[in-house]
């Protein structure tokens, strides 16, 4: 088993910049993916980017195309813990923010934590 724990959410105003942090423990893998997931009000989750760590030694990062230049993802392997820096928030932001992982090469992520709230006013 694998935990999650999100924290870092909160409110913010338009145009502002906030991080966000998963801390994994429990189960760990070799290589593996951490993403950070959004699911705003009566919306369907969205995948946001995602960091692969291979043999727990170099990683590549993926991005929603909608959101790349205003999100950065970064990982402390060490550590166990994936960050989002979100910068020049929108309204539209607003969502709760999950993160999961899943084992390198297996399609679903398996592992969820329990989401953190992200709030933008306008």
């Known amino acids: 088993q694998v935990q999650l724990v999100e924290s870092g959410g909160g409110l913010v105003q338009t145009g502002g910049s906030l991080r966000l942090s998963c801390a994994a423990s429990g189960r760990t893998f070799s290589s593996y993916d951490m993403g950070w997931f959004r699911q705003a009000p009566g919306k369907e989750r969205e995948f946001v980017a995602a960091?692969?760590?291979?043999?727990?030694?170099?990683?590549?990062?993926t991005y929603a195309m909608s959101l790349k230049g205003r999100f950065i993802i970064s990982g402390d392997n060490a550590k166990n813990t994936v960050y989002l820096q979100m910068s020049s928030l929108k309204p539209e932001d607003t969502a709760v923010y999950y993160c999961?992982?899943?084992?390198?090469?297996?399609?679903?992520?398996?592992?969820w934590g329990q989401g953190t709230q992200v709030t933008v006013s306008s």
């Open positions: 999961a992982v899943r084992e390198a090469g297996t399609d679903d992520y398996e592992y």
């Open positions: 960091i692969t760590w291979i043999r727990r030694s170099t990683f590549s990062t």
